[in-house]
C-alpha cells in the first residue's frame, strides 16, 4: 500500500466502525473512536480513530476535520494519563507502509510509558485477551471523568 491509494471501506478499523468487527472501547462521540491496540506495545495502548471521513492517512484527512480530530487525540490522551498514571506517552501516526502503516484508516497510537519498562515494537508482538484489556481500559474511562 503506498502513500497515495484509494480508501479500501472493507480495511479493519471501518468494520470496527461499522460494527461488524468487535473493539474494547475506552471514548466515542460523532468525531472520533478510541478503542484498545490488540497487539499493544505497552499496557494501556489506545487507538483514536476519526469518525465519517474516508481518510486513509493524515494527508487525507480534510484539514477542517483535522482540528476536531486532533482535540479527540488529546482528549483520549487526557484519560490516558489520569487512568493509568503512566511516566510519559508517546504518540505515534504512520503513513504508507514503508512508514510502517499496517490498517489505512487514519489512526494515532497512544502508548503510555514507565520508567525502566521497555516498549514493544510497532506491529510485532503477542495478541492480547479482552481479560487482560478490559480492566485496562476500565481504567481509561474512569480517567474521562
Ligand atoms: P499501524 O501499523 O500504524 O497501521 O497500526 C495498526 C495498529 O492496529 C497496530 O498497532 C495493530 O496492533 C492494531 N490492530 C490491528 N487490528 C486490530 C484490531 N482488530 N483491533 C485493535 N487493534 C488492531
Redesign the pocket.
Known amino acids: 500500500m503506498t502513500l497515495h491509494a484509494s480508501y479500501d471501506p472493507d480495511n ?1 478499523f471501518a468494520k ?1 466502525l461499522a460494527g461488524s ?1 468487535p ?1 474494547i472501547k475506552v471514548y466515542e462521540d460523532p468525531v472520533a473512536l478510541a ?7 505497552s499496557e494501556g ?1 489506545v ?1 483514536v480513530i476519526p469518525k465519517q471521513v474516508e481518510a486513509r492517512n493524515i494527508l487525507d484527512m480534510p484539514p477542517d476535520q483535522l482540528g476536531p480530530y486532533m482535540h479527540r487525540v488529546q482528549k483520549v490522551a487526557r484519560a490516558v494519563d489520569a487512568g493509568l498514571s503512566p511516566d510519559g506517552l508517546v504518540l ?3 503513513n504508507g507502509a514503508p512508514a ?5 484508516h487514519l ?1 494515532f ?1 497512544i502508548i503510555p510509558r514507565w520508567t525502566g519498562i521497555p516498549m514493544g515494537r ?2 510485532e508482538g503477542k495478541m492480547a485477551t479482552s481479560d487482560q484489556l478490559e480492566p485496562l481500559a476500565k481504567k481509561i474511562r474512569a480517567g474521562f471523568g
Not at 35 to 40: G, R, T
Not at 100 to 104: D, E
Request: charged letters at 5%; hydrophobic letters at 50%; aromatic letters at 16%.
Open positions: 479493519i470496527i468487527m473493539s478503542f484498545m491496540d490488540v497487539f499493544p506495545q495502548h487507538l505515534t501516526q504512520f510502517g502503516q499496517t490498517v489505512f489512526h497510537h510497532h506491529a
